[in-house]
């Protein structure tokens, strides 16, 4: 099956640096890729997705880029605030059959004022 | 409109009880999975619903878990004899495609704690 492996497990960056973090998947089949944001006791909620038919994709502060030869996504956020100090988790999917989520250890993010 | 709900929100069970988890999808969608998450980890995949049907249960970690949808809205996640291991946060997600690649929204989760 999927197996998704995600670095770094924490990171702490100063408010307005970037923050990066990387993801590997295993399964050469899989051809969606989201990244959700966790606030400690809340739900995950989608933050941007990318399919397997581009290899960048950007809204706003946020940019997500796919290597499918490498199979390897990353989540780029910039100009940082404190507000986006959470846990982050990217996942795979395969699409088919009911497209569920292989994901992440999950990184911690912690922008300081 | 409402996202998706669960509950009960928290739950404290000894060790040996039955538990029932609930999860109101949002309406209208098709798609309704449920994922467990152990402490500082990622959620795991636990079951897959197509309307009625649940069409993937590889994720459940033994028999005695058991997931049911009987009329293709909500749903129950029942644990059997639960172990301690079985603490964790179960997350209810729901999508609104069938077999395209589309957003699953999460619930808020349940808090399962066996003591």
């Known amino acids: 099956g999927e197996n998704v492996e995600q670095h770094p497990s924490t990171l702490s960056v100063q408010e307005g640096d970037s923050a990066v973090i990387k993801c590997t998947y295993s399964?050469?089949?899989?051809?969606?890729f989201p990244w959700y944001k966790q606030e400690l006791g809340k739900r995950p909620q989608l933050i941007i997705d990318?399919?397997?038919?581009?290899g960048e994709k950007k809204d706003q502060r946020i940019a997500v880029t796919l290597n499918k030869t490498a199979k390897h996504f990353s989540l780029h956020i910039t100009e940082t605030q404190p507000e986006d100090s959470a846990v982050y988790f990217c996942?795979?999917?395969?699409?088919?059959?009911?497209?569920?989520?292989?994901f992440g250890g999950g990184t911690r993010v912690l922008v300081k004022p | 409109g409402a996202g998706v709900s669960q509950s009960p929100r928290y739950k404290v069970a000894k060790r040996g009880q039955d538990v029932a988890l609930r999860c109101d999808p949002i309406?209208?969608?098709?798609?309704l999975f449920w994922y467990q998450q152990a402490l500082g980890q990622g959620p795991e995949f636990l079951t897959y619903?197509?309307?009625?049907?649940?069409?993937?249960k590889s994720g459940l970690p033994s028999d005695r878990f058991f997931a049911e949808r009987p009329e293709g809205s909500v749903s129950t996640l029942k644990i059997q004899r639960t172990q301690q291991e079985d603490s964790a946060v179960y997350l209810c997600?729901?999508?609104?495609?069938?077999?395209?690649?589309?957003?699953?929204?999460f619930g808020p989760g349940t808090r399962l704690t066996v003591l």
């Open positions: 997600a729901s999508s609104l495609a069938r077999s395209l690649n589309n957003e699953q929204f």
């Open positions: 399964d050469s089949a899989s051809n969606y």
């Open positions: 990318i399919r397997s038919n581009v």
């Open positions: 996942a795979a999917s395969r699409g088919a059959a009911g497209n569920k989520l292989t």
């Open positions: 309406s209208g969608h098709v798609s």
């Open positions: 619903f197509q309307n009625e049907a649940q069409l993937d």
